[in-house]
Nanobody, 118 residues
Framework: VQLQASGGGLVQAGGSLRLSCVVS????????MGWFRQAPGKEREFVAS????????YYADSVKGRFTISRDNAKNTVYLQMNSLKSEDTAVYYC????????????WGQGTLVTVSS
């Protein structure tokens, strides 16, 4: 199983980035997908998730209204559109796949670094 995240980079505060995560080695449509992040010196935290069909989405309060998670089951890809970025959004962003959506033992991607300069 591979989850390949991309799209990170350096952006100014107020700017936007779109992260992508391409999944292989599992039946993508059977898995709920999520994005998590880990800032320097902090624990990994939940950012957003989307159900198997894309019918429901969930967000951390800190990103609600600014970030949008979506998926394309035909392309085995999950996206995270990030708008109005803030310096506190700086972190390594990880995509995850979980059959049960409890995120106890998900498959993890390798992470992509997002740096927001103020």
């Amino acid at each position: 199983v591979q989850l390949q995240a991309s799209g990170g980079g350096l952006v100014q505060a107020g700017g936007s980035l779109r992260l992508s995560c391409v999944v292989s080695g599992l039946t993508f449509s059977y898995y709920n997908m999520g994005w998590f992040r880990q800032a320097p010196g902090k624990e990994r935290e939940f950012v957003a998730s989307i159900t198997k069909t894309g019918g429901s989405t969930y967000y951390a309060d800190s990103v609600k209204g600014r970030f949008t998670i979506s998926r394309d089951n035909a392309k085995n890809t999950v996206y995270l559109q990030m708008n109005s970025l803030k310096s506190e959004d700086t972190a390594v962003y990880y995509c995850a796949a979980d059959h049960n959506m409890d995120w106890v033992t998900p498959y993890w991607g390798q992470g992509t670094l997002v740096t927001v300069s103020s």
